[in-house]
Every structure is written in structure tokens, then in C-alpha cells.
């Protein structure tokens, strides 16, 4: 099986950088993408393609992936930004995978 | 607009079947390989199924493998979900979700590896005797 691991919560102050890693094995060979989404939404995708941002999405949202971690950051990160954060990636074995999921709070 | 709108949720007992349709609008359908992701209530995001544009590729968790079936009509531009012999933890809200990305003012089917780009709103399935 795959796996994609998340920290299950992470703290910011509003106006600081929040980083969300995402880790799995090998996922720098695969594309990672990130997705956001608010109690009682449906999920927005945040990030494809390991780095790049869908339209309408502010860019203090940002990605990588390299190695066996993928990172989402949010730079000068805003109330509205408290959410869940899942990570997603394509695995040829077993299909899609989503990660664990982190909370983000906006202290 | 790009929207999804899922319906065919609800109470079922189990080992009952429901199917889940997905009506899309606003884009060409039949360009866009489909999915369904489900959320069990206060738990993660976890993807049921997927198919390519031209129903020719079909995958399944192992988890639904068997007893759920994926199909499509792209002149309906509907999206479909057949569940049978369904368990307790089939509970959930049930998303179906278009795979691509649009950037700088144009939209893109991608590959298999892509993201899903447009969620619809989701439907309840709830199983329980």
C-alpha cells in the first residue's frame, strides 16, 4: 500500500508563514497537489502539479516536492485561511491517495 | 458556471444498494475523467473511484472493489455511482469530482496523475439498520 502523512495540526499567527508537509515514499517522483477545505465545504483544490496555483488562488499559497516530502506554504497566512489541508497523489499500485489531513489554526 | 451537483443519497440498511448520480454543467464532460471521493463523518478524505472520459479505464479502492460500480453518459453529462452490499463504513458524504486544472483563463483535462480541480457539494449515504 501507499501512505501520505501529515502533521494533524499546525499553528500560525496571522500575518506568519505556515508549512504543511506531506510525506510518502518516493513522492518527489510522483505530482503532489493540496487541497483546502472549511467545516462544512466541499474540498478546493489549493495546489497541482506539485507547485502550481489554479486560478483564483492567492499567491501566498505555494508548493514543492522533492525527496519523500511535498510542503504546502502559506505566506502571511489570514484568518480565512484555517482549514483542513489534505494532501493527494497518484500511486500505480492502489489509485489516489489523500494524506492524513492537518488543521490548520490561525491563532 | 463549472458546477457538479450529486443527488441519489440517503438512509439505506445494510447490505442495501443506492446509486449516486452527478449532474455536470459548464464544461465539456466528455473531455474530463471523473471521480467519487468520500468523507466518513469527522474523518479524511478518502477517493472511491475513478473513470476515464471514455468510460475506457476504470479504477476502484479496494475497499468498494466488487461491490461498487462507476459508469458514465457523456450525452447526459452525468456521472454515476452503483453501490451495492453496502456496510456501516460506507457511511459518508460522497463527492464526485472532475479531474484537471484551469490556468491562465484555460481549463485542461491532465493526466491520471492529476488533480480534481471542480468538487460538486456532496450527497449523504447512510447506512444503518
Known amino acids: 500500500s501507499y501512505e501520505l502523512t501529515q502533521p494533524p495540526s499546525v499553528s500560525v499567527s496571522p500575518g506568519q508563514t505556515a508549512s504543511i508537509t506531506c510525506s510518502g515514499d518516493k513522492l518527489g517522483d510522483k505530482y503532489a497537489c493540496w487541497y483546502q477545505q472549511k467545516p462544512g465545504q466541499s474540498p478546493v483544490l489549493v495546489i497541482y502539479q506539485d507547485s502550481k496555483r489554479p486560478s483564483g488562488i492567492p499567491e501566498r499559497f505555494s508548493g514543492s516536492n522533492s525527496g519523500n516530502t511535498a510542503t504546502l506554504t502559506i505566506s502571511g497566512t489570514q484568518a480565512m485561511d484555517e482549514a483542513d489541508y489534505y494532501c493527494?497523489?497518484?500511486?500505480?499500485?492502489?489509485?489516489?491517495?489523500f494524506g492524513t489531513g492537518t488543521k490548520v489554526t490561525v491563532l | 458556471e463549472v458546477q457538479l451537483v450529486e443527488s441519489g443519497g440517503g438512509l439505506v440498511k445494510p447490505g442495501g444498494s443506492l446509486r449516486l448520480s452527478c449532474a455536470a454543467s459548464g464544461f465539456t464532460f466528455s473531455s474530463y475523467s471523473m471521480n467519487w471521493v468520500r468523507q466518513a463523518p469527522g474523518k479524511g478524505l478518502e477517493w472511491v473511484s475513478s473513470?476515464?472520459?471514455?468510460?475506457?479505464?476504470?479504477y476502484y479502492a479496494d475497499s468498494v472493489k466488487g461491490r461498487f460500480t462507476i459508469s458514465r453518459d457523456n450525452a447526459k453529462n452525468s456521472l454515476y455511482l452503483q453501490m451495492n452490499s453496502l456496510r456501516a463504513e460506507d457511511t459518508a458524504v460522497y463527492y464526485c469530482?472532475?479531474?484537471?486544472?484551469?490556468?491562465?483563463?484555460?481549463?485542461?483535462?491532465?493526466?491520471?496523475?492529476?488533480?480534481?480541480?471542480?468538487w460538486g457539494q456532496g450527497t449523504m449515504v447512510t447506512v444503518s439498520s
Open positions: 493527494q497523489a497518484w500511486d500505480s499500485s492502489i489509485g489516489y491517495v
Open positions: 469530482a472532475r479531474q484537471g486544472y484551469c490556468s491562465g483563463g484555460s481549463c485542461y483535462s491532465g493526466g491520471r496523475d492529476d488533480a480534481f480541480d471542480i
Open positions: 473513470i476515464s472520459s471514455s468510460s475506457s479505464y476504470i
